[in-house]
């Protein structure tokens, strides 16, 4: 029986029986991709999946070596602390950020007690070896195979029986039962599927790269994210070193960690204290220019805010927000505007976070009200301030969370004077060294501040 055509959209995931420009669910344009649905489960994948009777959640043991350790502090870390036997996880990131190179390093480490076969379907083995030696990777327990069929890939991965599994990437993979192309949604899809019934059957952990498309969203069905286990995203800034690594999905452990590394001659370099790393440089005495303090999981990042007020004779002034949504910083300008008594509707604004942070958290709205009104009155704000609070639309400063960490860290790092908000900080006790300054609104947390 021929099975039967549909369309896929690579954006949501919904189905249609007819083409269309426009997903009809999610509202994309020309997102929508032939796609062939299997009809029967191919017999591959039943073999992959031992026969099992249900059981009761008490009778199911709780192994406590059920984590590993990949050999990097940063990654571990954003996995929830390690990889996870038997789960699959899918690294995405732009082209040349370093996917392949986090993978074969991390292969130094965990083939000292585990077998691990590398897939590559993107580059040939000798490249692989000279990558290899450059990564000072060398072990009796790494196997590598360049091969873009999965049949042979799963009839290798029999043969060997490795406790990891590394493919590069799932874009070049394809399965002979689909006559579609490699890369398509159908062979992505299928592929993923199989891999997956792989590493729930076996107890294989397998890591899959991902590329992205020029959106930022990992090339293929939207579904893909919801097969696997854990989704982690590699980014970085074109031009800069580090590294950002953070988890978009995982499903044993936390997605609100972070990792920092630094991309040198011979491969990733952890950071251990990306705060250093995001303040080294920082313009002294210099208007427009603030320190905001925000929690990524557990760990508290000082981040620097720089803000530049520029004169103009448009009727629309610009805004341009980089590191920081574009509608929460219009939103502060116009409660400076009307609370704060300055005047930035006939000024350019254009706000940045150094190093390529995301600020997501509204504990940096402090920070950004301060560098605006800084530039806007070109007085620049003590080198040893920073500053933390979330900003109402009345102008109030609102209290925030894991204050106490945040005050450890600028601290730690020599800031002597922190402006906070007034409620929620009765109890908080300062470092030696650290002055608080508490402000209920933002005419008090500009008086204090210039």
């Given at each position: 029986?021929?099975?039967?055509?549909?369309?896929?959209?690579?954006?949501?995931?919904?189905?249609?029986?007819?083409?269309?420009?426009?997903?009809?669910?999610?509202?994309?344009?020309?997102?929508?991709?032939?796609?062939?649905?299997?009809?029967t489960?191919?017999?591959?994948?039943?073999?992959?999946?031992?026969?099992?009777?249900?059981?009761?959640?008490?009778?199911?043991?709780?192994?406590?070596?059920?984590?590993f350790?990949?050999?990097?502090?940063?990654?571990?870390?954003?996995?929830?602390?390690?990889?996870?036997?038997?789960?699959?996880?899918?690294?995405?990131?732009?082209?040349?950020?370093?996917?392949?190179?986090?993978?074969?390093?991390?292969c130094?480490?965990?083939?000292k007690?585990?077998?691990?076969?590398?897939?590559?379907?993107?580059?040939?083995?000798?490249?692989?070896?000279?990558?290899?030696?450059?990564?000072?990777?060398?072990?009796?327990?790494?196997?590598?195979?360049?091969?873009?069929?999965?049949?042979?890939?799963?009839?290798?991965?029999?043969?060997?029986?490795?406790?990891?599994?590394?493919?590069?990437?799932?874009?070049?993979?394809?399965?002979?039962?689909?006559?579609?192309?490699?890369?398509?949604?159908?062979?992505?899809?299928?592929?993923?599927?199989?891999?997956?019934?792989?590493?729930?059957?076996?107890?294989?952990?397998?890591?899959?790269?991902?590329?992205?498309?020029?959106?930022?969203?990992?090339?293929?069905?939207?579904?893909?994210?919801?097969?696997?286990?854990?989704?982690?995203?590699?980014?970085?800034?074109?031009?800069?070193?580090?590294?950002?690594?953070?988890?978009?999905?995982?499903?044993?452990?936390?997605?609100n960690?972070?990792?920092?590394?630094?991309?040198?001659?011979?491969?990733?370099?952890?950071?251990?204290?990306?705060?250093?790393?995001?303040?080294?440089?920082?313009?002294?005495?210099?208007?427009?220019?603030?320190?905001?303090?925000?929690?990524?999981?557990?760990?508290?990042?000082?981040?620097?805010?720089?803000?530049?007020?520029?004169p103009?004779?448009?009727?629309?002034?610009?805004?341009?927000?980089?590191?920081?949504?574009y509608?929460?910083?219009?939103?502060?300008?116009?409660?400076?505007?009307?609370?704060?008594?300055?005047?930035?509707?006939?000024?350019?604004?254009?706000?940045n976070?150094?190093?390529?942070?995301?600020l997501?958290?509204?504990?940096?709205?402090?920070?950004?009200?301060?560098?605006?009104?800084?530039?806007?009155?070109?007085?620049?704000?003590?080198?040893?301030?920073?500053?933390?609070?979330?900003?109402?639309?009345t102008?109030?400063i609102?209290?925030?969370?894991?204050?106490?960490?945040?005050?450890?860290?600028?601290?730690?790092?020599?800031?002597?004077?922190?402006?906070?908000?007034?409620?929620?900080?009765?109890?908080?006790?300062?470092?030696?060294?650290?002055?608080?300054?508490?402000?209920?609104?933002?005419?008090?947390?500009?008086?204090?501040?210039?």
């Open positions: 029986m021929k099975s039967k055509t549909v369309f896929l959209c690579t954006n949501c995931g919904n189905e249609t029986a007819k083409w269309s420009g426009r997903c009809p669910s999610c509202g994309q344009w020309n997102t929508l991709e032939e796609y062939t649905p299997t009809q489960t191919s017999k591959s994948s039943v073999r992959s999946i031992p026969a099992t009777q249900p059981k009761r959640l008490r009778e199911i043991e709780s192994d406590a070596a059920v984590r350790t990949t050999g990097l502090g940063e990654l571990d870390r954003v996995l929830g602390g390690g990889a996870v036997r038997g789960s699959l996880v899918l690294v995405a990131g732009a082209p040349g950020i370093g996917k392949s190179t986090l993978l074969l390093q991390i130094q480490c965990i083939s007690e585990q077998t691990i076969l590398y897939i590559s379907g993107e580059e040939s083995a000798n490249q692989l070896k000279l990558r290899a030696q450059r990564l000072g990777v060398d072990s009796d327990r790494l196997f590598l195979l360049c091969e873009t069929s999965l049949d042979e890939i799963l009839a290798a991965a029999d043969r060997l029986k490795p406790d990891l599994l590394i493919v590069d990437s799932i874009q070049t993979l394809y399965s002979e039962e689909k006559p579609a192309s490699a890369g398509s949604v159908t062979q992505v899809k299928e592929c993923t599927l199989r891999l997956m019934q792989y590493c729930k059957g076996s107890g294989v952990s397998v890591f899959v790269v991902g590329h992205i498309n020029k959106e930022g969203a990992i090339a293929g069905p939207k579904v893909l994210e919801h097969m696997v286990d854990c989704v982690l995203y590699f980014e970085g800034e074109e031009h800069t070193t580090y590294r950002l690594l953070r988890a978009a999905k995982n499903r044993f452990g936390s997605t960690e972070i990792g920092v590394f630094e991309m040198i001659d011979r491969g990733l370099r952890e950071v251990p204290n990306p705060s250093e790393m995001l303040l080294s440089g920082r313009p002294e005495n210099t208007p427009g220019n603030c320190v905001a303090c925000v929690m990524e999981g557990s760990r508290p990042i000082l981040a620097e805010v720089q803000a530049l007020v520029s103009t004779t448009l009727t629309n002034p610009r805004r341009s927000a980089n590191g920081f949504d509608n929460r910083a219009a939103m502060l300008l116009a409660v400076l505007e009307k609370r704060g008594g300055l005047r930035f509707s006939t000024s350019d604004v254009y706000l976070v150094i190093g390529g942070l995301r997501d958290e509204p504990a940096a709205d402090m920070a950004v009200v301060l560098s605006a009104a800084s530039a806007l009155l070109d007085k620049p704000i003590s080198d040893t301030l920073a500053a933390v609070g979330e900003v109402g639309l102008g109030e609102r209290a925030i969370g894991q204050l106490s960490q945040r005050l450890s860290e600028m601290h730690r790092l020599g800031f002597t004077q922190c402006v906070i908000p007034r409620s929620g900080s009765a109890d908080i006790k300062a470092p030696d060294g650290l002055e608080l300054l508490r402000v209920r609104n933002i005419r008090e947390a500009l008086a204090v501040t210039f």
